[in-house]
């Protein structure tokens, strides 16, 4: 498995992924044009996106088709826009079948859930609920998302 990783900061969370690669290659710094030639001589048959329109994406290497089959999964749940881009992994949940979609790639709907977790061992213990407390809400996305105007909702 050769994994592309377009990481700013490595953690531990980057040091267990890159133990489970066989190939890692760091592409910061690379243009979108320089990893395009990278997968490509590397000679990767299926290259997978796991970020979609997120910070930090690299959908500017797939416009170049390095590989023969592309596709986009997992960290984003909307179709990239991309001609080049090959299948679109989501559900039936997120996407049933009677969904209209606007989407340029081949849509493939997994039977459930296309998302998989499993909390961290580091994770906190889910602390009960204050007795007080009417309503509580948890928000799992960017913290600059949430904006004191966010918080006045």
């Given amino acids: ?56 994406h690299r959908l500017g290497a797939f416009c170049y088709k390095p590989a023969p089959v592309q596709v986009t999964y997992l960290g984003y749940c909307a179709t990239t826009g991309l001609e080049t881009m090959d299948y679109w992994i989501t559900d039936a949940v997120i996407h049933p079948i009677d969904t209209i979609e606007q989407a340029v790639e081949t849509i493939v709907r997994l039977p459930r859930c296309w998302v998989g977790y499993q909390p961290s061992p580091e994770a906190p213990e889910v602390m009960p609920r204050p007795s007080d407390a009417v309503l509580t809400l948890g928000c799992f996305n960017d913290r600059t998302k949430v904006t004191p105007r966010v918080i006045a909702v």
Wanted: net charge negative.
């Fill in 1 to 56: 498995m050769f994994c592309y990783a377009n990481v700013a900061n490595p953690d531990d969370v980057t040091a267990r992924l890159r133990a489970s690669a066989d190939h890692w290659c760091p592409t910061i710094g690379m243009t979108d044009e320089q990893l395009a030639k990278r997968i490509h001589s590397d000679g990767i048959d299926i290259l997978v996106d796991l970020a979609g329109h997120t910070a930090g």
